[in-house]
């Protein structure tokens, strides 16, 4: 049974993919029911193993592909806190998206490839062999593409395209990196670290710099982060949950592996290849804020925002003191909540008032409450307001700069804690206390789309406001980081 | 899970506010979310009155919340929640006005961030409880939202920003450096040598400018009178306490004492002479904070004796402002002549309690102070009450000017809200007197402490008569706000990276070309058969 359960945890998603796949676009219930079906038990599955886990146990299991080729599942903790994020938010944005495209068009392509997307996420997270993850990072690039592209307009199929012309080279990057590395150490498993002895330094620092971009791609690092804003043509439920969490998080927790699980923390240290690591996020960070500024669309200004935030964990990573890991790595958590609350408001903007533009928000914020409170706390939350989850992180990654003895760090804080107030605060203003155009027609009527943001933004509320306690993400990223990263 | 460890009352008088706040979102309970407001301070109140029990954990809740309370944070907790209610009493002529709920909503969250400030044994739980009081007292400013208070409001959020990030920071290299979270470690890690220079000044300008610290007070003249008169009472009296009482926690005793004390002076006469040219009576009693701020930061500068009298002073001076700021109220709501004079009579002789008149409270404040001080600061002192009667001789000359516009609700209620805080600024020093300075209560009555408090209110009061016939300049609030010009947000253009296909037609055609080239010369088995094995043996090469 123990063995069973990270392919069970696979199938949960792939299953749903699969059947999907062959409905006829008029089977509602069933594709509902199957979808829902498997964002219920994989969540169900999660809760039991977070247990187990917590208990200290850890699951394996390899299934031979080819000679020599080993798909390798293995749930540790880390693995756990990204399937935990991603699954629950599976659950919520698939009871979204139902709502969300009503008797749209094309649904069985759309639920088939998102259950694909988030079965390939959860590959990623399972991984247990560089090898596994590249498999999975390349499934979930290609599975992203139709949707993207699913509105099928000119719009959609050219971001589809810019997206490809983004993922394929640096695929092919990662890959070169995977081979080289792999051609002198044998396959790389996470569980015991790779002896990179054999290899030169300066090989070894390309091989880094070759990791970096193939993964942090998908994080959206400057200068690779101009898919992010084009894809955002994509439907409301692909934006929340794809790029804001499922897509950006799997690359920023490619960085991680790469850092702590393929090179190891000393040895990172030893090349000196951190600080530039930790340099190229702090520019992200404060480009991506100032780039959020300038936007006039509000999926636009959240998809730059994303850049800069998602930068925070690799931050983290980068920096490698304890305080700075487990900061980035709650931060992982912190902002998959954050950002989808802010998606998730963003798409009911766009159903439900036909708001796209920041000029469109005056007002709204009476006409619709709950939409435009979730917002409000998104967007603090992601200033780095107490109690919302996002000043954790802040802490957490500002001591953990100074353990790493980076003070500068705390400018790099510091200046995104302004730049995402500069561009986060005039939206309150304008949904709080503008007067709304007098022929804007809204209403929030719409409880499926309206109660996964409020749970989504009590969870980002809850993260902050126990931060303390064990099962919160902060207290999960402390188990991860003493057990896995700090002895 | 614990829920939390330790006396309970702590933790009342935290979440108490906070849950009536919630309550008046709901839409049955907003017709009455303003009478809720004198209610919501009433467990701090008593817990400041039994004292502190012990130390309250919440293990759970955020990175560990502890509460506890010594001598000086229940004297502080004490004032400023029984300034909370009175000032919540003073607010219920606002019920069923627009905007009352979301008043009385963030009312709530502001009292409970001030009342945490001064609970807080943990830098995360203040740092939470700070950020509360000093942002969410934005929606006591812009409450009117006229286009004075939307100016107002808008220099204050930017600036209370920038304080924000500036403690967060401060606070952050504390809790390194003191590899703990609470606070008391945090300033006996600041104390080492060498000084912690930046983490010391962040948290001055975190702290100062919530406190009023020139030149970091700019925003204050404008918001506290931009507010309705119970916001402004709060906001002057006991809010700005926050940032005071956040520099003699953090600052280890002495930490950029001489800056301090420079820029405290400067506040205490600089604002209290430019508050003459102030025609808005609360505009007046702004700059008279700013004053009497820079007063205590000049004692937390001095260290000693002095920086540990300075909540004994702050309560005065928050009863006593508290009480003036309502008596604008009280004045714009008197309907005859009679009610008007006994305003008029009620904030002098409140006033007269701030400049330090012999056997007044704010004289036991002062005289309390100067104990710790030494000569050239106690004459700075004494000369500042000067500065002080003046700026209140103007601002009564102000208030009498105040026309009746707000004739609503009872007024004898009304008046007897700023009466009972005057009580308590007379009563509450001399009770607490021997605790604090260690004096009994005789030494006030020496010929010494009688003519020390009575010369500088006799000078202010000849002066003013000069003042007073000499016109001087009318000005707008913000002093030095007015020399940056008004600040217009403008739109910043940056350029976009370029794309990672310059162009991806010419580029696919150059692309094509060369592949036919390169086609070209593949198919020739000369090159091909010695490119070949030379690829090989370099990847070789390359790998082992």
């Known amino acids: ?487 | 899970m614990t829920l939390w460890t330790g006396p309970i009352l702590p933790m009342v008088a935290l979440t108490w506010p906070l849950l009536l706040g919630a309550l008046t979102a709901l839409p049955a309970m907003r017709r009455f979310a303003v009478r809720l407001l004198p209610l919501a301070p009433l467990p701090a109140l008593w817990l400041a009155i039994m004292g502190g029990q012990g130390v309250t954990t919440a293990p759970d809740l955020l990175l560990g919340v502890t509460l506890d309370l010594d001598e000086a944070r229940r004297l502080l907790l004490g004032m400023t929640s029984a300034l909370w209610a009175v000032a919540g009493l003073a607010a219920q002529p606002m019920a069923g006005k627009p905007h009352a709920t979301m008043f009385s909503g963030f009312w709530c969250l502001v009292l409970a961030g001030n009342l945490g400030v001064f609970m807080a044994l943990d830098v995360a739980t203040f740092y939470v409880a700070f950020a509360a009081v000093s942002l969410a007292s934005w929606f006591l400013i812009v409450h009117d939202r006229s286009e004075k208070a939307l100016h107002a409001a808008r220099v204050y959020i930017v600036i209370a920003l920038l304080g924000e990030v500036a403690l967060l920071l401060g606070l952050i290299i504390g809790a390194h450096a003191a590899q703990s979270m609470a606070i008391d470690e945090i300033r006996m890690a600041f104390g080492d040598k060498p000084l912690n220079t930046v983490a010391i000044a962040l948290l001055v300008i975190g702290f100062g400018i919530k406190a009023g610290l020139v030149p970091l007070h700019v925003w204050l003249p404008l918001a506290h009178p931009a507010a309705p008169v119970p916001g402004s009472a709060v906001l002057s009296g006991a809010i700005v306490k926050a940032g005071l009482f956040g520099l003699l926690l953090f600052l280890p005793d002495g930490a950029f004492g001489l800056t301090l004390m420079i820029l405290g002076l400067t506040g205490a006469f600089g604002a209290a002479l430019w508050g003459l040219t102030q025609a808005n009576p609360k505009a007046v009693l702004a700059y008279s904070t700013i004053s009497q701020m820079g007063l205590m930061v000049m004692a937390v500068g001095a260290g000693g004796a002095a920086r540990e009298t300075v909540p004994y002073f702050a309560l005065h001076h928050g009863l006593a402002k508290g009480a003036l700021f309502l008596l604008v109220g009280v004045m714009m709501a008197a309907r005859s002549s009679g009610q008007r004079i006994l305003s008029l009579v009620l904030a002098a002789v409140v006033s007269a309690s701030v400049a330090g008149f012999p056997l007044t409270g704010g004289a036991l404040a002062k005289a309390g102070v100067k104990d710790g001080l030494t000569d050239m600061t106690t004459l700075a002192l004494s000369l500042s009450s000067v500065a002080t009667g003046l700026i209140l001789l103007w601002f009564l000359s102000r208030l009498w000017d105040v026309k009746s516009s707000d004739g609503t609700g009872i007024w004898a209620f009304q008046v007897s809200l700023p009466a009972a805080l005057a009580l308590a600024a007379f009563v509450t020093p001399w009770l607490l007197w021997s605790d604090w300075t260690g004096h009994e209560p005789s030494y006030m009555l020496k010929w010494d402490s009688l003519i020390d408090g009575l010369w500088p209110v006799a000078i202010a009061l000849a002066a003013s008569a000069v003042l007073l016939r000499w016109q001087l300049p009318q000005l707008p609030p913000g002093d030095l706000l007015q020399l940056l010009g008004r600040w217009q947000p403008r739109t910043m253009t940056l350029p976009d990276l370029p794309p990672l296909r310059p162009d991806r037609r010419k580029a696919a055609s150059v692309l094509r070309e060369r592949a036919t080239e390169m086609e070209g010369m593949l198919i020739r088995w000369r090159f091909t058969g010695v490119a070949v094995p030379l690829l090989v043996l370099l990847v070789f090469a390359i790998l082992t």
Request: include cysteine; charged fraction near 10%.
């Open chain 1, 1 to 487: 049974m123990t063995g069973l359960l990270p392919i069970l945890i696979l199938l949960t998603s792939l299953v749903p993919a699969a059947i999907t796949f062959f409905l006829a676009q008029e089977s509602y219930r069933l594709r509902n029911a199957l979808n829902l079906g498997g964002a219920l038990m994989k969540v169900g599955l999660i809760v039991v193993m977070l247990f187990a886990v917590a208990g200290g146990a850890s699951y394996e299991t390899d299934i031979a592909l080819a000679p020599g080729l080993v798909l390798l599942l293995r749930i540790d903790a880390l693995a756990l806190l990204f399937v935990s994020l991603s699954a629950s938010l599976w659950l919520l944005t698939t009871i979204y998206a139902i709502a969300y495209f009503g008797k749209k068009a094309e649904q069985s392509r759309f639920f088939g490839f998102f259950s694909l997307c988030v079965f390939a996420t959860t590959g990623i997270a399972l991984s247990g062999s560089l090898i596994s993850f590249f498999m999975f990072f390349e499934l979930l690039t290609l599975s992203t593409w139709p949707l993207v592209a699913h509105k099928q307009n000119a719009a959609s199929l050219k971001a589809a395209r810019s997206y490809l012309s983004y993922a394929l080279p640096c695929s092919t990057v990662l890959l070169v990196a995977i081979v080289w590395l792999e051609s002198s150490t044998g396959p790389i498993l996470f569980t015991d670290p790779p002896d990179l002895s054999g290899v030169d330094p300066v090989s070894l620092r390309v091989i880094f710099a070759l990791f970096i971009i193939g993964v942090g791609m998908k994080a959206a690092i400057v200068p690779l982060h101009g898919w992010l804003p084009a894809a955002m043509v994509a439907p409301a439920p692909v934006s929340a949950l794809l790029h804001a969490v499922a897509v950006v998080k799997a690359g920023a927790f490619g960085v991680i592996r790469v850092v702590y699980d393929v090179f190891g923390v000393d040895r990172v240290e030893e090349l000196g290849v951190g600080v530039p690591l930790a340099a190229l996020a702090s520019v992200t960070i404060i480009w991506g804020s100032l780039r959020a500024l300038q936007q006039t669309e509000i999926k636009k200004r959240l998809a730059y925002s994303t850049i800069s935030q998602v930068s925070y964990i690799l931050l983290g990573a980068a920096l490698a003191s304890p305080f700075a890991v487990v900061g980035g790595l709650a931060h992982l958590v912190h902002q998959g909540l954050m950002k989808i609350t802010l998606f998730f408001c963003a798409g009911i903007y766009d159903e439900r008032a036909g708001v796209r533009s920041i000029e469109g928000l005056n007002g709204l914020g009476w006409r619709m409450p709950w939409t435009s409170t979730c917002f409000s706390l998104g967007a603090l939350g992601m200033i780095g307001l107490p109690p919302i989850a996002g000043f954790v992180s802040k802490i957490y990654l500002g001591i953990g700069g100074l353990q790493a003895d980076a003070a500068w760090v705390l400018w790099v804080l510091g200046a995104s804690t302004l730049l995402n107030a500069a561009y986060f605060l005039p939206l309150l203003y304008r949904l709080w206390y503008c007067e709304a155009a007098p022929d804007v027609e809204a209403d929030e009527t719409a409880p499926a789309l309206v109660a996964p943001t409020v749970a989504a933004a009590l969870a980002a509320l809850l993260a902050g406001l126990l931060a303390a306690s064990e099962i919160s993400p902060l207290g999960w990223a402390t188990l991860i980081a003493e057990r896995d990263y700090l002895q």
